[in-house]
């Protein structure tokens, strides 16, 4: 990427007419304004962003684990339960 960069901006009436006051305020240049503000926020927005993203991969990866626990503590089905338990029910006779 280049070193110098030119942006074209179009801004909402209500930030134009703030940003308007502030170059008006400070006696900056609308350029220096907005490299100010640019180099003031631009850490912490990309900083936001990947918290953002981070937050997202724990909520993603504890929705998988919450999955794995409730898969591993479901009530098994009856055959499966007559496959592993090891003490089988006696066989009720009906011959007296």
């Known amino acids: 990427m280049p070193a110098v960069q030119t942006l074209t901006l ?3 009436p209500d930030l134009a007419i703030r940003f ?3 170059v008006e305020r400070t006696g900056l240049s609308s350029a220096d304004l907005v490299s100010r503000a ?3 926020d631009l850490d912490g927005i990309v900083a936001y962003g ?3 993203d981070e937050i997202n991969l724990v909520k993603d990866r504890l929705a ?3 999955s794995l626990i409730g898969e591993v503590l479901a009530e098994p089905a009856q055959s499966e339960m007559a ?3 090891r003490y089988k029910a ?3 006779s009906s011959t007296p």
């Open 83 to 85: 496959a592993i338990c």
């Open 50 to 52: 990947r918290m953002y």
């Open 64 to 66: 998988t684990l919450a």
């Open 38 to 40: 640019l180099r003031n």
């Open 10 to 12: 179009t801004l909402d």
């Open 90 to 92: 006696p066989i009720s």
């Open 20 to 22: 308007a006051e502030a």
